[in-house]
C-alpha cells in the first residue's frame, strides 16, 4: 500500500529534497506540496493524506497552528502529522505534540530514517528523536499539569497501566507480552484510556503520561504502575 504524504516547508528547495528522498523506495509518493501552514491545512483538507510532514517555522500560520488545525475541531481527519524541524529542543516541538502530532524528526535525520517514520506513523505509531523526547521530559518537569494529580483518576489500574506503556513507546504487541495480555486486549485499553482522557490518538497518550507522572525519566524499564 502507497503511504500518501503531504510536505509544508516554507523553502522550495528543502520540499524538492524531501519529495526526492520520501519517494525512493517507491512505497511513499508525495501528493502536494505547501510553503505556509495555511496551505498546508488546505491541502490535507483537499487530499486526505496518510501523512503530512510539516516544518513548524513556516509564515503566517505556523506548523503548530496548522497540526491544531488539522487534527483538532470537529473537521476530524485520519491523517497524521510529522514535525520536520531544525529545532528538536524547541518549546514549539511539544506544543505541536499536545496539538496531536505523532512524530518528531531533526532535519539531520537520515533518509532512510525519514522514510521509515512516515511509514510507522502511517501505521498509527508514535516516533521521536532523542532531542523532542528530551523536550517533552523538559517542559513536563518545569511545568507540570495543574491536574496532574487526578488526571487519571477516570482510568482503572489496568488502563493506567496500558498508558503507561504506552508513555514508553510501546506498541500493542509489546504492551502485551509485557502486560501478559492479547494485543486486541492491549489495543482495547489503549482505546478506552483515550476516549476516557479525550485524548485523539497515542502521541497525546505520550504527553499524558509524561505530565501526570506515570512515565518517570531514565526508568523505562520500571514495573508498571497502579492507583497510589
Known amino acids: 500500500m502507497t503511504v500518501r504524504v503531504v510536505l509544508a516547508d516554507d523553502q522550495e528547495l528543502v520540499r524538492t529534497g524531501l519529495r526526492v528522498l520520501l519517494e525512493r523506495d517507491g512505497d511513499i509518493t508525495v501528493v502536494a506540496e505547501a510553503s505556509d501552514g495555511a496551505g498546508a491545512v488546505r491541502a490535507t483538507r483537499e487530499h486526505v493524506p496518510d501523512v503530512v510532514l510539516m516544518d513548524l517555522r513556516m509564515p503566517g500560520m505556523d506548523g503548530v ?5 488539522i487534527l483538532g475541531g470537529t473537521a476530524r481527519t485520519a491523517s497524521r502529522v510529522v514535525v520536520l524541524t531544525t529545532y528538536e529542543l524547541d518549546d514549539l516541538v511539544v506544543d505541536s505534540m499536545r496539538a ?12 532512510a530514517a525519514l522514510r ?6 502511517s501505521g498509527g505509531g508514535v516516533l521521536l528523536s532523542g532531542p523532542a523526547a528530551r523536550a517533552l521530559v523538559d517542559r513536563c518537569r518545569d511545568r507540570p499539569a ?3 494529580g487526578t488526571r487519571l483518576d477516570v482510568l482503572t489500574d489496568r488502563e493506567r497501566q496500558v498508558v503507561a506503556e504506552v ?3 510501546r506498541g500493542n ?3 502485551a507480552h509485557r502486560l501478559r495480555m492479547r494485543p486486541a486486549t492491549a489495543k482495547t ?3 478506552r484510556a483515550m476516549a476516557k482522557l479525550g485524548a485523539r490518538d497515542r502521541a497525546q497518550l505520550v504527553v499524558l503520561a509524561y505530565e501526570t507522572g506515570l512515565v518517570v525519566p531514565g526508568h523505562a524499564d520500571q514495573p508498571p504502575p497502579g492507583r497510589t
Open 146 to 148: 495543574p491536574d496532574a
Open 189 to 191: 485499553h489503549v482505546n
Open 65 to 69: 497552528a496548522a497540526t491544531r488545525s
Open 173 to 175: 504487541e509489546e504492551i
Open 116 to 121: 521509515d517514520a512516515v511509514r510507522v506513523v
Open 167 to 169: 508513555g514508553r513507546g
Open 100 to 111: 496531536g502530532a505523532s512524530g518528531f524528526l531533526g532535519k539531520n535525520t537520515s533518509p
